[in-house]
């Protein structure tokens, strides 16, 4: 008999975290059979003997452990068990090799590049003459360096440490795991200041098959990013108002930038909650002046160190090479470009889709800033008579800067399923709705092979059709009540 006292875990639960498990268990097995080993043949999986066997594998892997995520998305029977379940999961991906991409071998030769003296801006790692091209998607041999410096330095720290290749992966899969483990740490604050369950946060954010395939597994620097993120979050939280704090916070979000430069759509709304008192655009101002010196040094002081300067901000070009109906303006210009074809015209409308939807995007996350900053200006009138709702302010940023990141993944040109990271830790934090985003998440785990074979590619003319067709069914849905809701500020209502 159990302890008295003692909660007793459903069996329901026990039951998932081992279906999980033995998901995760699948998925490393099917990186070893025909995954993006060092030595292995590009795309692989669909031209050996073994390659029915790593796709069933891997599918059934991803299903496993996707499901029994899914089936405890509104809660788990604690933090703690969250926790360890999350951990338990991420065991089997810490020993598989990479998974779901090959980027971490573009990783190793930016940084082995920037050891030897060259500009990772200036060149591809092919010309750079990186001894470990071959591991490297073809695609990418031949463009500079989207990332920024930060996370150059830590690539050229761990070819430093690594050695050859298989020790450089290993120090960036551990990097990757600091990031992740920071985002662990940091969940619970964000969390308890917004007003949501922590376990279910916890859950959300951390056993999600994208955190562990493609964070753990996968060693992308998106993990160092949104630790980073947020960790100058939780300061800004913690320390409203406060000068020196908030430059402390603003340096963490400046080093975030610096590693991938998505995290900079973050910052208005972390403006907002630095705010102390009433909202006024003078105590914006003022509070977020010092997050903004704290950005400024970081961001700067690690250009000037690295050596680099803002080169990183012309390699950022070249990210979108890449034509995947998975990004929603690209499929618009493609399925624009069919139609175009079958009257004889070129295939021209792909770019400046993109360009109208990055416009957009300028748009859309101004008008996000401005509801937040709406919904909590109204909280000055109310803030004597109702005290609770002071707990509404931080969840109102954290909630707008997750929509920013949502409103960035979805307009952005290309989507690669670990992108659905960025929004999914913050969202999980301060969203009280979780199926519209879990869900995506959910589906996003099956798109890629564990060799990094994009399985949209064998969709291609379907996919962008579907694809457009959803956005025009979400534009046709979604703005009438957009419009609708002005009145009320949502989403960022305060009840």
């Known amino acids: 008999m159990p302890p008295r006292g003692a909660v007793r875990t459903p069996v329901r ?5 081992y279906v999980g498990f033995v998901g995760a268990v699948l998925l490393a097995v099917a990186g070893y059979v025909g995954g993006a080993l060092p030595g292995a043949t590009l795309e692989r999986v669909w031209h050996a003997a073994d390659g029915p066997l790593t796709v069933l594998l891997w599918l059934v892997g991803t299903g496993l452990l996707t499901g029994a995520w899914w089936a405890l998305r509104h809660g ?29 071998y573009s990783y190793a030769c930016q940084g082995w590049a920037y050891g030897q003296g060259v500009d990772p801006y200036a060149v591809g790692v092919a010309v750079a003459g990186c001894p470990w091209v071959d591991a490297v998607a073809p695609i990418w041999r031949d463009t500079p360096a989207p990332y920024g410096p930060g996370f150059l330095l830590l690539a050229a720290l761990a070819v430093a440490f690594g050695g050859e290749l298989v020790g450089v992966v290993v120090v960036l899969r551990l990097i990757a795991v600091a990031g992740v483990l920071l985002v662990a740490v940091c969940l619970p604050g964000l969390a308890q200041a917004a007003g949501v369950p922590i376990r279910r946060a916890v859950w959300l954010a951390l056993a999600c098959p994208l955190v562990g395939v493609h964070l753990v597994a996968g060693a992308h620097n998106d993990a160092v990013m949104l630790g980073l993120l947020l960790l100058g979050l939780l300061v800004v939280v913690r320390f409203p108002g406060r000068p020196w704090p908030l430059v402390v916070a603003g340096a963490l979000l400046g080093l975030a930038v610096g590693v991938k430069a998505t995290a900079v759509v973050v910052l208005p709304f972390a403006a907002l909650a630095a705010v102390l008192g009433r909202f006024t655009m003078r105590s914006v101002l003022r509070d977020g002046g010092w997050l903004a010196v704290g950005t400024l040094l970081a961001l700067g002081g690690v250009s000037v160190f690295s050596g680099l300067g803002l080169g990183w901000v012309g390699g950022l070009r070249r990210s979108g090479d890449l034509e995947q109906w998975t990004s929603p303006p690209t499929a618009v210009g493609m399925v624009l470009d069919y139609v175009g074809e079958l009257f004889g015209g070129r295939p021209v409308a792909v770019p400046v889709v993109r360009t109208l939807a990055l416009a957009l995007l300028v748009v859309v996350l101004a008008v996000l800033w401005w509801r937040a900053w709406s919904a909590l200006r109204a909280l000055n009138d109310v803030r004597r008579r109702v005290v609770r709702l002071e707990a509404a302010r931080p969840r109102v940023a954290l909630l707008g800067a997750g929509l920013a990141l949502v409103a960035t993944v979805v307009l952005a040109p290309v989507f690669h399923p670990w992108y659905a990271t960025w929004p999914l830790v913050l969202l999980a934090a301060a969203a009280t709705r979780t199926t519209w985003f879990v869900l995506p998440c959910a589906a996003a785990a099956f798109l890629t092979m564990p060799d990094g074979t994009n399985l949209a590619r064998l969709v291609k003319a379907p996919g962008a059709l579907v694809m457009t067709g959803l956005v025009v069914a979400a534009a046709g849905w979604g703005v009438p009540r957009l419009w609708r809701s002005r009145a009320s500020r949502a989403p960022f209502s305060s009840r």
């Open 13 to 17: 639960a026990v039951a998932l975290r």
């Open 76 to 104: 788990t029977p604690s933090t703690g068990w969250a926790y360890r379940t999350a951990g338990l999961w991420s065991m089997p991906m810490l020993v598989a090799p990479p998974l779901g991409s090959r980027d971490v």
